[in-house]
């Protein structure tokens, strides 16, 4: 072989030595970039790992975040809601208390005013009474002075407004007729309540009456009494109603004879426009608390005739009034 042939086959040898390690010396970098890379893709696949740990953390905390804050919310308005029932309810009450206190000024004027219409009806009332207490007593005493102006005996008992006529009108026992005596002092009997009665009830002509004067009898009853003996032979059940039918026969007696004597007694009415004389039989069951033995004065006593004047128990019209004015105001306030 020549000598430049080996130069060229020791160039090329060269040429391909230097290459091979050309590519070893890439191929060592390469593996070296590569074990570099593969050091980092582990490094940054840890680090990945730790992102992906603390950003599943981070949602997880912003989840329980939400969820606290929707909690809240939902706290928030409830409470919204409860503070807003709560004023609705105050507003309720508040209106419910304004509404009471005006029914309770309503009821405390009505109170008011209907006590001030009982106290004037009770004052009218009271006035009213001592009106007709008066006129009963002055009806009274005028019948008095007219009876002791004719020389009549009696009794006057101005609390229950009866005239006594035990004395002066006797009865026999067993009797009912009128003695000679009895009959002059009936008939004078007659004369003042014809005199005097008109004064105190309608329907006759006032004649001779005071200013004060007003109709205030409801009724002038003509009692008959009779005393305490049995009858003989008979129960004791019927000789009380045998007394009975003779106390009334007195009664009537005594009330012919007047009526018959004085018409205008018969014109006499009480407010309801009613006959104001009447009759009435007591038997044995009233005698007087000083006759009450059986001694014969105590049973003459208690042969008797009283005359009882009751005086009317309607009210004027003003109390009337006053009456329904009350009771429209006590219905108002039970609504």
């Given at each position: 072989?020549?000598?430049?042939?080996l130069?060229?086959e020791?160039?090329?040898?060269g040429?391909?030595?230097?290459?091979s390690d050309?590519?070893?010396?890439v191929?060592?970098?390469?593996?070296?970039?590569?074990?570099?890379?593969?050091?980092n893709?582990?490094?940054?696949?840890a680090?990945l790992d730790?992102?992906?740990?603390e950003?599943?953390?981070?949602e997880q905390?912003?989840q329980?975040?939400?969820?606290?804050a929707?909690?809240?919310r939902?706290?928030a308005e409830a409470?919204r809601i409860e503070?807003?029932?709560q004023l609705?309810?105050?507003?309720r009450?508040?209106?419910?208390?304004r509404?009471?206190e005006?029914?309770a000024?309503?009821?405390?004027?009505q109170n008011?005013?209907l006590r001030?219409?009982?106290q004037?009806a009770?004052?009218?009332l009271?006035?009213e009474?001592?009106d007709?207490?008066?006129?009963?007593?002055?009806?009274?005493?005028?019948?008095a002075?007219?009876?002791?102006?004719?020389r009549i005996?009696?009794?006057l008992?101005p609390?229950s407004?009866?005239l006594?006529?035990?004395?002066a009108?006797?009865f026999?026992?067993?009797?009912?007729d009128?003695t000679?005596t009895?009959r002059?002092?009936v008939?004078?009997l007659?004369?003042?309540l014809a005199?005097?009665?008109?004064?105190?009830?309608?329907g006759a002509p006032?004649?001779?009456c005071?200013?004060?004067d007003i109709?205030?009898?409801e009724?002038?009853l003509?009692?008959g009494?009779?005393d305490?003996?049995?009858?003989?032979?008979?129960t004791?059940?019927d000789s009380?109603a045998?007394?009975?039918?003779?106390?009334t026969?007195?009664a009537?007696t005594v009330?012919?004879q007047i009526?018959?004597q004085q018409?205008?007694?018969?014109?006499?009415?009480?407010?309801?426009a009613?006959?104001l004389?009447g009759?009435s039989?007591?038997?044995?069951?009233?005698p007087?608390p000083?006759a009450?033995?059986?001694s014969?004065?105590h049973?003459a006593?208690?042969?008797?005739?009283d005359l009882r004047?009751i005086?009317?128990?309607?009210?004027?019209?003003e109390i009337?009034?006053?009456?329904e004015?009350?009771?429209?105001?006590q219905?108002g306030?039970?609504r």
């Open positions: 072989m020549s000598g430049a042939g130069a060229e020791g160039e090329s040898e040429y391909f030595a230097s290459v050309l590519m070893v010396g191929l060592f970098v390469f593996l070296l970039m590569l074990t570099v890379f593969a050091l893709f582990r490094d940054d696949s680090s730790r992102l992906r740990a950003l599943q953390r981070a905390a912003a329980l975040e939400r969820a606290n929707e909690a809240a939902a706290i409470a503070a807003e029932r609705a309810e105050a507003e009450q508040s209106a419910r208390a509404a009471q005006e029914e000024a309503r009821l405390r004027a008011e005013m001030a219409r009982l004037e009770a004052d009218k009271r006035r009474l001592a007709r207490e008066a006129a009963r007593n002055a009806l009274l005493q005028r019948l002075r007219g009876l002791e102006a004719r005996q009696f009794i008992d609390r407004g009866v006594r006529l035990s004395d009108v006797p026999p026992t067993g009797g009912s009128l000679d009895a002059r002092t008939t004078a007659g004369e003042v005199e005097v009665l008109p004064c105190f009830s309608y006032r004649q001779n005071e200013q004060a109709p205030i009898l009724a002038m003509v009692e009494h009779t305490r003996q049995p009858f003989a032979n008979m004791a059940a009380q045998r007394n009975d039918l003779l106390s026969a007195r009537l009330f012919a009526r018959q018409r205008v007694l018969d014109e006499l009415r009480n407010p309801s009613q006959p004389l009759v039989g007591y038997g044995q069951r009233r007087l000083e009450m033995t059986l014969e004065a049973l006593q208690n042969r008797r005739i004047f005086l009317s128990a309607r009210t004027s019209d009337r009034r006053l009456l004015d009350i009771a429209a105001l219905q306030g039970a």
